[in-house]
């Protein structure tokens, strides 16, 4: 079905000549993904990033759930129920009623609806996944001062969890509403996340037993997982999370103890990783349907039955997860139904509500999707949403192995994901809109959810880089790396790839003892060919012919290096034209890079930016913050990447759409 050129030694391919050796991938399949530990990333942009997230970031963001950086927390703000709040002495009683650990102490101590949590609801399930995130970076480097720390968050939880016979651990609603565990008794679900919390401690459970080998917060995990399985699945009990997550975490526990049945042993209580399955896929058959327990809302994707589903709806953060959890449910089970609802899903998703950076959620209130076509440059655009469409994105890709999946998760990574955190580690975003005015990062947030989320998906990154399916490799982001992958009926393979996107040359080498019988497929994106994201939301002026088609471009016997140079010619975007609030504007990209007029590199052009009719180069030769900038050749405008917004100054004034 695909023709395959094998390419001599470092021939230079040109993508226009050699299209027609490329084309979409037709058959579904499943894709395996390396674990984190096993793709070692060297590149150019991700090394520095991911080390200073581990070295910096990670300890950063522990210090300030721990309340070390009380300066930060907006005391006064309406959110926080400490018991110490009007009675604060000392830094040391600041620090300690700001402890989102604290928390946990206080229902090991048996404080029961007494009023004092710190924090909203859904701090439990933020802690999490930090564990989760810092998990994977353990994995990777190992860090004995590290995993004490988090040993000692475990400590915690389990002691919090021992509190109640059938382990029920939430505590908020331990300490703020003991009577509406799961949302029962009047309680409100949406509010309170108990489910949520929960899935997100079955996540870190499993992750850290991955990173350390330690069962103990994984049987603290499945404790509280077979408690919610008796209680809801096993008892039909309708009962579905207000906040989508736990779907695919109890699916990750589900092959967590089906891939090492011996497992079981280490753990003392009962193993039933059938139920897992069963829990996560009655969460989403539930969705739509109700016994008048709970109002049904779009804004959490329980207005209607997943098969009745047309549109991405509702809180953007929700939906992605949401649906990244249907897409495991049609991954464990192999039902077309719930294939071809997730496929539906992301298409109208990507094809009428992403932001060109990968970016969702076009509206603040509700912080939810907006109606088709409906794509502000002012847009709320969540960096936990983005994340949330990349890991859609890519469980798209593993059920379908088709690349248009991996075009966006790739738009995702080199634009919402780097934006999320400052240069320096520490500043963060929630919102991230396409043009702002004043744009500032924060250092800490009443809701600091995007932080761990971000910690979360960068601890996989090295993961989503190659793929194996069958005897074939994929190469599905361009990302510097080396890796040993395990291919079936091949063997070890050696891979390893350099990327300089100042050129677009990519070289990919591949080395292994049976290479015949390996496939190698390189994706090529989709901005090649002149369109920004798979179905046409938004295209370029890049040079589109008949035969030029994003998919994989396959190499057998891959036995000789391959250098592909990608065409990273700045480019000017334009939105579909039933984007209203985007005609007449444009935007400019390069490779796999929006990019952004920032105020302070154009201040004598600003009150008539126009980035049109002009000519842009990239400008490696004189770097802003040690990024290529683009440049207009009359030298009047200059452009960053869009994940480098508001790095230099307070107020920051940046647009990515002008006239
Ligand atoms: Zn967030």
Known sequence: MISAKQLSNYVLVSLLVFFCACTASAQPKSMSYPSPNQVKITDRMWSPILERTRTVTIPDVLDKFEGRHIDHVAQDADNFWSPD??????????????NTLRNFELVAEGHVADGGHFGFPWFDGLIYETITGISDYLLQHPDPAMEQRLDQYIRRIETAQKA?????????????????????NGGNLRWQHDVYNSGCLVEAGVHYYK?????????????LANYMYDYMAGANHNVVPGHALPEDALIQLYYLYKSEPSLEKSISVPVKPDNYLKLAKFWVDQRGKTDGRRPLEAYAQDAETIFEAKTIEGHAVRATLFWTGVADIALASHDEQYCSAAKRIWDNMVGRRMFITGGVGAIHEDEKFGPDYFLPTEAYLETCAAIGAGLFSWRMNELTGDAKYMDVLERIIFNSIPTAVSMDGTNYTYQNPLNADKMNRWPWHDCPCCPPMLLKFTGMLPSMIYAVSGSNIYVNLFIGSTSTLQVPGVGDVEISQQVDWNTG?????????????????????????GQELPLG???SNLSITEQEKSGYLTFKNPKDDIQLTLNVSPRIVKADDRVRQLRELCSLASGPFVYCAEKIDNEAVWDNL???ERQYNLDARHPIMGVTPLRSTDGEITAIPFYMIANRCNDTAYRVWTK
Do not use: F
């Open 505 to 529: 040359k990519v070289a990919i080498q591949v080395r292994s003892e049976k290479s015949k019988k390996l496939r190698l497929h390189v994706r090529i994106p989709c901005w090649q060919s």
């Open 610 to 612: 126009n980035l049109a």
């Open 537 to 539: 939301l938004y295209s």
């Open 164 to 184: 109640d016979p059938n382990g029920y651990i939430n505590t908020y609603t331990t300490l703020m509403e003991n009577n509406h565990r799961w949302g029962e």
């Open 211 to 223: 990173a350390t080998g330690k069962t103990q917060l994984l049987e603290v995990a499945t404790r």
């Open 85 to 98: 709040r009007g009675r604060v002495a000392g830094e040391e009683s600041k620090e300690r009623s700001h």
